[in-house]
């Protein structure tokens, strides 16, 4: 896999606002914590994004992001309730 990066103010953020970051993103993807991988509901204004789907202590996060030749690079994390429910079932 290529070197994954990330904003450090970003992260920061979301450490502040949502308990988690982008450390805790590489560490579950080499865990094998990884869903899946699809392209961005919003192609058209997103066309060079994908996201990972990654399972992170029984929850899903969606996390943009963006690959080019060197380096993939975390826009963002999102919690999901509707891919929670999708990828580990009703009991999540």
Known sequence: M??????????????AECGISFEDVVFYL???????????????KYSHQRIFVINIDDYVYLV??????????????????????QYLGEDK
């Open 64 to 85: 943009p992001y963006v690959e080019n030749r060197k380096e993939i690079f975390l826009k963002t994390v999102i919690p999901s309730r509707k891919a929670t429910k």
């Open 30 to 44: 080499q865990q094998g914590e990884l869903l899946d991988d699809i392209e961005h509901p919003n192609g058209e």
């Open 2 to 15: 290529k070197p994954i990066n990330w904003n450090p103010m970003k992260n920061q953020q979301l450490i």
